[in-house]
């Protein structure tokens, strides 16, 4: 059965000070790693997929990064607007089910 | 583009009535969609893929009697919780894959989900 672990389930970060979010999954063939941004008593926002080992993507402050074992977001310089529960999912070969960790809420202090 | 919209955003119900969530892509085929459900602090729990024109693909645990899932067209998929009772209350998302008009990739778009309280 796929898995996804995230760390750490909370962060607090000064404004401007940057730090990485971590995604560690088991899965049978990996057909996507998916990170989403989500909002209080919102759904998922989509913001990035990832495919294979070494694959990175960028969007304004945030850079994914994937191994074959976890994947990174890092968070360049946060403002507080990037407060946020930052949820990773992971979809396997051969079937559409998607599997998401319980994700890692960021708050950014002025 | 991949727009998902869901209606109703917060639902109050009396325990033992039945309650309707709604779930349309806006701009796009949406082949399959997926609905998921949130407790606090805890990850999405997918509960059944439906698949436009066929029945809904129930996870273990999930009571399909209860959670009626219909995807009567390629934009529109619904959730009917039926005789609700105040275990039931959540926070219900559903998200949709997008097909082959949006060069499927794999990624889910995500309704703004809906809040339902059953007294």
């Known amino acids: 059965e796929d898995q996804v672990t995230q760390s750490p389930e909370a962060l607090r970060l000064q404004e401007g000070e940057s730090s990485s979010l971590n995604c560690s999954y088991t899965v049978s063939g990996l057909r996507g790693l998916f990170w989403y941004r989500q909002d209080p008593g919102k759904g998922p926002e989509f913001l990035f997929t990832?495919?294979?080992a070494g694959e990175e993507k960028e969007k304004e402050r945030l850079k994914a990064t994937l191994t074959k074992k976890e994947s990174f977001l890092h968070i360049t310089a946060p403002k507080p607007e990037d407060s946020a529960t930052y949820l990773c999912?992971?979809?396997?070969?051969?079937?559409?089910?998607?599997?998401f960790g319980i994700g890692t809420k960021l708050q950014v202090i002025p | 583009g991949a727009v998902v919209s869901q209606h109703p955003s917060r639902v109050i119900c009396k325990s033992g009535t039945s309650v309707k969530i709604e779930c349309r892509s806006l701009d796009f085929q949406a082949t399959t969609m997926f609905w998921y459900r949130q407790f606090p602090k805890q990850s999405l729990m997918l509960m059944a893929t439906s698949n436009e024109g066929s029945k809904a693909t129930y996870e273990q645990g999930v009571e399909k009697d209860k959670f009626l899932i219909n995807h009567a067209s390629l934009t529109l998929s619904t959730l009917t919780v039926t005789s609700a009772h105040p275990e039931d209350s959540s926070f219900y998302i559903c998200s949709a894959a997008g097909g082959p008009s949006l060069g499927y990739t794999g990624e889910l778009f995500f309704g703004e989900g809906s809040r339902l309280t059953v007294l």
């Open positions: 990832l495919y294979s």
């Open positions: 999912a992971v979809r396997g070969v051969g079937y559409q089910k998607v599997t």
